[in-house]
């Protein structure tokens, strides 16, 4: 058995410990807002929080998650989560929202680390997020609307 402490809870999984993180989240603890996109690392929808940090969980295998805090898009709180919540909401971005709970797990990740990011912190956070409706403007907009209510 492998203890994964996923939102604060502690989770006992019967489970190769090479297994992709994101296949106990989904496939074992029906956790499905975390999405498979590339299985490669490379497009982000499977960003979770690992320790505050964003992380691809394609490409973390559940042996390197033990002792660690993990967070989905199911957990996130607190101030900054509900202020990148309510900016995606007021600015709409979404567009097909296959992507979006990875770009917010990494908009959270950057305003978590960086309160008030200009464009360029904004590009270089996100950039290992994809978005194939391309609403990265708005992403963007978002990110700088959730920063002014962070002020």
């Known amino acids: 058995?492998?203890?994964?402490?996923?939102?604060?809870?502690?989770?006992?999984?019967?489970?190769?410990?090479?297994?992709?993180?994101?296949?106990?989240?989904?496939?074992?603890?029906n956790m499905t807002g975390t999405k498979f996109g590339c299985g490669i690392a490379q497009c982000g929808?499977?960003?979770?929080?690992?320790d505050g940090q964003p992380t691809r969980s394609c490409q973390t295998q559940i042996s390197d998650a033990v002792g660690h805090d993990i967070t989905t898009i199911e957990g996130v709180q607190g101030k900054v989560a509900d202020a990148v919540k309510a900016s995606w909401q007021t600015?709409?971005?979404?567009?097909?929202?296959?992507?979006?709970?990875?770009?917010?797990?990494?908009?959270?990740?950057?305003?978590?680390?960086t309160p008030k990011p200009n464009d360029g912190d904004i590009d270089s956070a996100m950039s290992g997020n994809v978005c194939r409706c391309a609403t990265y403007?708005?992403?963007?907009?978002?990110?700088?609307?959730?920063?002014?209510?962070?002020?």
């Open 1 to 29: 058995m492998i203890d994964l402490k996923i939102n604060g809870q502690t989770h006992s999984l019967d489970a190769d410990g090479e297994m992709p993180l994101l296949w106990a989240i989904r496939d074992i603890l």
């Open 45 to 50: 929808a499977c960003t979770v929080h690992i």
């Open 91 to 113: 600015l709409d971005v979404v567009q097909c929202g296959y992507c979006q709970s990875g770009q917010i797990m990494s908009a959270i990740g950057l305003l978590s680390q």
């Open 137 to 151: 403007s708005r992403i963007r907009a978002a990110i700088h609307d959730a920063s002014s209510k962070l002020a």
